[in-house]
C-alpha cells in the first residue's frame, strides 16, 4: 500500500501539514483582507466549512476507489486497517482532506479578487506566441472536437473526479519524502503558481478575446452547451464583481493541465501501472483546453512544466532533510 523505497528517514505528515496550513492561512489572510464586503467573507467561510465538514464521508468513499485503483484486492478490508491503525492516521487524513478543500476554496477567493485588482492584458500576447509556436496557425483551428455535453463533463466534471481519486492515493500512503513533496507541490500550486503567474500574465482566454474587445480572432469557436454555460456564469460574475462558488477568470496558467501534470508525477511515483492512461488522460486534457476555447496552448504548457519543476524542487528539499536526520541518528565510527 506504500512505496518502501521512501520508508528509511521518513520525517512524518507534520513536514508538509503544517507548511501548508501555513501556506493556506498565509493565502487566505490576504484574500479576507482585500475582500471589501462582510457578507462576501461570510459566505465564504461558510462555503468552506462545508466542503469541510463533506470532505470526511467522501474522502472515506474515494479511498475506497483509490485502493481499487491500486489493485487492492479487498479495499473494504483495507480501510478497517486503516482505521484500526489508530486514531492518528484517522486524524490526519481528516485534517489533510480539510486542508485540501480550504486550499482550493481559498484559491477561488483569490482568482476573482486578482480579476478585480489586474487587468486582462496578456491575451494578444499569448494568441500571438501561440500562433508562432504552431508554424502560423491558431491551434484551436487545427482540432476537430465537437463540443458535447459528454465533453464537456469530462473536461471538467471528470477531471476533477479524478484528480481527487489521485489525491486520496497519495493521502493514504505513510509519510514519505515523496508524499510530502506531491502535498506541498497541489497545495503550492493553488495557492503561490497559480495566482503568481497569473499575475504576470494576466489573461481570460480564448473564449472570452471578443467580450474583451480584442476583435474576432476566435469567432470560429462554437461552444457546446455545457462550455456556453459555464462561459455565461464566469463572465456574468466577473461583471458582476461578486463573489460567485468557482467563480473567476483565468487562462494563464491552465490549472487544469497544471494539476493533470501534477497527477502524472503522482502516478509515476505511486502507482506506475496506471502511467501510460494517466499520460494519455493528461494529454487529452491539454488538447481539449485549448479546443474548446478555454486556454491557449502556451498555458497549458507553462502549468505543466510548473507543475514537475515545483515537484522536482520540494522532492530534494525533503531527501535533502532526511539525509540529514539520517545522518545526525547514525552514531560516530570509533
Known amino acids: 500500500m506504500h512505496n518502501r523505497r521512501d520508508e528509511a528517514g521518513v520525517s512524518g505528515d507534520a513536514d508538509w501539514l503544517v507548511p501548508g496550513t501555513v501556506l493556506t492561512l498565509a493565502s487566505a489572510a490576504i484574500a479576507f483582507t482585500l475582500m471589501s464586503s462582510v457578507a462576501a467573507a461570510g459566505e465564504v467561510l461558510t462555503a468552506t466549512f462545508s466542503l469541510v465538514v463533506l470532505s ?14 491500486q489493485g487492492t484486492p479487498h479495499p473494504l478490508r483495507e480501510l478497517k486497517v486503516l482505521f484500526a491503525q489508530g486514531k492518528e492516521r484517522i486524524l490526519v487524513f481528516v485534517l489533510a482532506c480539510g486542508l485540501c478543500f480550504a486550499n482550493v476554496t481559498v484559491f ?39 463540443d458535447g455535453m459528454v465533453i ?67 469567432a470560429g469557436l462554437r461552444p457546446g452547451p455545457e462550455t456556453q454555460a459555464t462561459r455565461d456564469y464566469l463572465w456574468q460574475g466577473y461583471l458582476a464583481s461578486n463573489y460567485r462558488p468557482g467563480g473567476g477568470i483565468s487562462a494563464m496558467p ?8 501534477w497527477m502524472v508525477v503522482a502516478i509515476h511515483q505511486l502507482a506506475r501501472r496506471w502511467l501510460l492512461p494517466m499520460v494519455g488522460f493528461a494529454a487529452a486534457i491539454w488538447i ?47
Open 288 to 334: 481539449l483546453s485549448v479546443a474548446l476555447g478555454w486556454h491557449y496552448a502556451l498555458d497549458g504548457l507553462i502549468g505543466g512544466v510548473a507543475a514537475i519543476a515545483v515537484y522536482a524542487g520540494f522532492l530534494a528539499v525533503y531527501r535533502g532533510r532526511t539525509v540529514r536526520k539520517t545522518a545526525m541518528k547514525s552514531p560516530d565510527p570509533a
Open 56 to 69: 470526511v464521508p467522501v474522502g472515506a468513499l474515494v479511498v475506497v476507489l483509490s485502493l481499487m485503483m
Open 152 to 218: 464537456g463533463l469530462f473536461y471538467h466534471e471528470v477531471s476533477m473526479a479524478v484528480l481527487v481519486l489521485v489525491l486520496a492515493m497519495v493521502l493514504t500512503r505513510r509519510a514519505s519524502p515523496t508524499k510530502s513533496a506531491l502535498m506541498m507541490t497541489y497545495l503550492a500550486l493553488w495557492s503561490l503558481v497559480g495566482p503568481l503567474i497569473h499575475i504576470c500574465l494576466p489573461a481570460a482566454g480564448p473564449l472570452f478575446y471578443h467580450q474583451l474587445g480584442l476583435g474576432d480572432r476566435f
Open 254 to 261: 491552465s490549472m487544469h493541465v497544471a494539476l493533470v501534470a
Open 108 to 146: 477561488q477567493i483569490v482568482k476573482q479578487l486578482l480579476n478585480a485588482e489586474v487587468p486582462f492584458a496578456a491575451d494578444r500576447l499569448l494568441a500571438d506566441s501561440d500562433r508562432q509556436l504552431f508554424l502560423g496557425h491558431d491551434p484551436w483551428t487545427l482540432l476537430s472536437v465537437p
